[in-house]
Nanobody, 125 residues
Framework: QVQLVESGGGLVQAGGSLRLSCAASGRTFSSYVMGWFRQAPGKEREFVAGISRGAGSTYYGDSVKGRFTISRDNAKNTVYLQMNSLKPEDTAVYYC??????????????????WGQGTQVTVSS
């Protein structure tokens, strides 16, 4: 089992940047594919980015490609989401999630076993 705690959310103007962090408990962090999802009010939870266990493979949702970068540090049990060129439509609660079911990142939220509590990102226009 792993527990996930996100941090780094906040209020930022359009065009700005934020870096989210997700700290994981436990000694098996490197055995999980990690992902970031987001959910805006009244909308479905949306895949944002995913990274393989050894960080050799990354995958992004179409709406964030070229603007967001996912990375991980297995020595620190932490996964990051660098968000640049933020837009008002990026406003959402951002969740990190751990996936023990697949070898590569997937967009399917049901492949992810563990979730953090979420961190709010608000982008003003």
């Amino acid at each position: 089992q792993v527990q996930l705690v996100e941090s780094g959310g906040g209020l930022v103007q359009a065009g700005g940047s934020l870096r989210l962090s997700c700290a994981a408990s436990g000694r098996t962090f490197s055995s999980y594919v990690m992902g970031w999802f987001r959910q805006a009010p009244g909308k479905e939870r949306e895949f944002v980015a995913g990274i393989s266990r050894g960080a050799g493979s990354t995958y992004y949702g179409d709406s964030v490609k070229g603007r967001f970068t996912i990375s991980r540090d297995n020595a620190k049990n932490t996964v990051y989401l660098q968000m640049n060129s933020l837009k008002p439509e990026d406003t959402a609660v951002y969740y990190c999630a751990a996936n023990s079911r697949t070898a590569r990142p997937t967009v399917n939220r049901y492949d992810y076993d563990y979730w953090g509590q979420g961190t709010q990102v608000t982008v003003s226009s």
